[in-house]
Structures are given as structure tokens and as C-alpha cells.
């Protein structure tokens, strides 16, 4: 419902294991090679994503790719088996800085960057080395890529006029949320904010199809279809200056999803935690990102950089976290 059914599954969603087929200590850190704390800590949670692991590992991306030259695929795969197969402590993640400005044009070896903009940017690059090879592919198979099939989601808009009560829809594929936090003490609160209607006027009217004018009108975001793994940004940038909301924003091991969605009966949709970004610094424009992850032993890690330390769950819940993954 709400998209045209694709024409072709570039990725049968019933291979998906959520599970860990490979259960191991945690694998290597990384290396900072000067600013780029806000590459590893991205790396590290999606090395520690089951479900993309579970098939980076069975190299059945590396076995039909036919790309010449950057594909960011095949650098993940690489990358996973180096971090979780070696026997040093830390690792170079060398050949993601070498392709550094393919991923996004605006990263720089030797500058700070935004974790999340990182993910944003890798997701991207791993859906177009998924796409590579596929030409004139209609919006909706677009979204059945192992990429979307594990992080994708459908985000419906209805608009109400409030002149004429007419409602219309639409939807959009989302691969990750940005969170308002201004005025959320949890993660919960932000998630309600987000799916309550807001109503635009003034500068904001929609000119109603039906009024034939411009028109107050109501409009509400639900999570229509839900990923298998919900990766959420909790917006710490006060404003553009890079001032940072430092509240703590409280967030649960085990979240439900359902009443965030547009039919909100039946059974609790469950996420569970199993990483988090942290931001220490004054502003949004410096300081350190390090991360949490649960590795494939059920046992939780505090990675940075080189380091990865053993640690417990209520040491993961007190952090003042920018991003956090769930999966179902």
C-alpha cells in the first residue's frame, strides 16, 4: 500500500537472517587517522548490523559485482572480514579514507566531520553499488535492494485542508530518521513530536487542489512501512553556528514502534538496541565521537578508535547519545 508494486526484486527479503549465523568476540578498532573518529564509530555499527554482516560475510556481493573501480560495497565486505578476522587489536580502515571523497564529496582525510552525514553518505553509496548494473529501474524495485530491505522504511504524509477537510497522501522510502529534540526529555517524546499533525499557514499554505486556493491545512508524518533496522539521528545542532543541544535524551534497550505508525492496532512492533554514537564536545563543530556496540556474543563494547572495552548495558543507557540503531 502506497507505492506501485516493483517490477523487479533485486533482493528476496526471506534471505534476510536477523540473526548472527557467526558468533565471535568482537572484532578489531580502528585506527584514527588524524580526524576521522566520525567514520569509525559509523563503520563499527554497521559492522555490527547482523543482518548486513550476516551477507557481507557470505561475499555474494564481491562473487556478481562487475563494477570497475569504487564500489562501496565491496569495500564494506572487505572490511567487515578484516575487522572481524584479524588477530591485531586495531586496524587501518584504508581503502574507505582512500575513496573517502566517493562516498561524499564533502568529507576531507584531515578534517572533522558529522557521523551522521557519514552514514547518510555510506548508506547512499551502498544503495548505488547495489544499483550499479540495474539501468531504468522503476522508483519501487529502487527500494529492494539489500540496502532498504534491511534499513529501509515508508513515511506517509497526509495533508488536510482545514478549510474543505479534503485529504491527500503520499509516501517516501527512508533509510534513517532525524529527530527534533529541542523539547524531548526521551526518545519516545521525540517520536510522538514527529507523528503529531503540525499546522502550516502563512508562508507554509498548500494551495488545496480542491479550494482551488491557498489554505491552512494540517499535516501529519507516520511511519507507514517499518524497516528491520531503524536508524535514528536525535539532532543535536541547536542552529547553523553548530551550537549543541547537550540535554540527555533518555532511550530504552527495547522500543516499540506501533504507535508511531499510521494504523496503529495489532501487535508491539520490538526493536532492540544494539548500538549508540556518542558526541562529546562543546559544539557540533568539534569534539569526539566514539560509540557502543553489542557484538555478535550478546556482550556490549565501548569502541574508540583503537580501543574496544567491555561494558555493561546501564553504561550504554546513560550516555548523552546522537544516534542509535534498533533493530527488529
Not at 256 to 264: A, K
Request: glycine share 6%; net charge positive.
Amino acid at each position: 500500500e502506497g507505492m506501485t508494486p516493483p517490477q523487479r526484486i533485486l533482493f528476496p527479503p526471506e534471505k534476510i537472517c536477523m540473526d548472527w549465523q557467526q558468533r565471535q568476540r568482537p572484532g578489531a578498532g580502528l585506527h584514527n587517522l588524524g580526524s576521522t573518529c566520525y567514520i569509525n564509530v559509523v563503520l563499527q555499527c554497521l559492522t555490527y548490523t547482523p543482518p548486513l554482516t550476516n551477507y557481507l560475510l557470505s561475499r555474494e556481493h564481491s562473487r556478481l559485482c562487475f563494477q570497475q573501480g569504487f564500489c562501496m560495497m565491496c569495500i564494506m565486505e572487505a572490511h567487515v572480514r578484516k575487522v572481524l578476522h584479524s588477530s591485531a587489536s586495531a586496524i587501518w580502515p584504508k581503502a574507505v579514507i582512500r575513496d573517502l571523497k566517493l562516498i561524499g564529496e564533502e568529507f576531507e582525510p584531515d578534517m572533522a566531520g558529522d557521523a551522521f552525514e557519514f552514514l547518510r553518505c555510506a548508506l547512499k553509496a551502498m544503495q548505488r553499488a547495489c544499483l550499479s548494473g540495474s539501468s531504468n529501474l522503476d522508483i519501487s524495485s529502487q527500494t529492494t535492494t539489500i540496502v532498504h530491505q534491511i534499513f529501509g522504511g515508508l513515511l506517509k504524509s497526509r495533508v488536510t485542508c482545514l478549510r474543505c477537510q479534503a485529504v491527500s497522501d503520499s509516501y517516501k522510502a527512508f533509510l534513517h530518521i532525524l529527530l527534533d529534540i529541542k523539547e524531548a526529555s526521551s526518545l519516545t517524546a521525540a517520536l510522538k513530536d514527529f507523528v503529531t499533525p503540525k499546522q502550516l499557514d502563512g508562508k507554509n499554505c498548500f494551495k488545496c487542489s480542491k479550494c482551488e486556493k491557498k489554505v491552512t491545512i494540517s499535516k501529519r508524518v507516520t511511519v507507514h512501512h517499518v524497516p528491520k533496522v531503524f536508524a535514528v539521528c536525535l539532532e543535536r545542532a541547536a542552529d547553523h553556528t553548530g551550537k549543541k543541544i547537550s540535554t540527555f535524551v533518555e532511550y530504552p534497550e527495547y522500543l516499540d514502534l506501533l504507535p508511531y505508525m499510521s494504523d496503529t492496532a495489532g501487535e508491539p512492533l520490538l526493536y532492540s538496541l544494539y548500538a549508540v554514537v556518542v558526541h562529546s564536545g562543546d559544539t557540533c563543530l568539534d569534539g569526539h565521537f566514539f560509540c557502543y556496540t553489542k557484538a555478535s556474543n550478546g556482550l556490549w563494547y565501548k569502541m574508540d578508535d583503537e580501543s574496544v572495552d567491555n561494558c555493561g548495558i546501564h553504561a550504554v543507557l546513560r550516555q548523552q547519545a546522537y544516534l542509535l540503531f534498533y533493530a527488529r
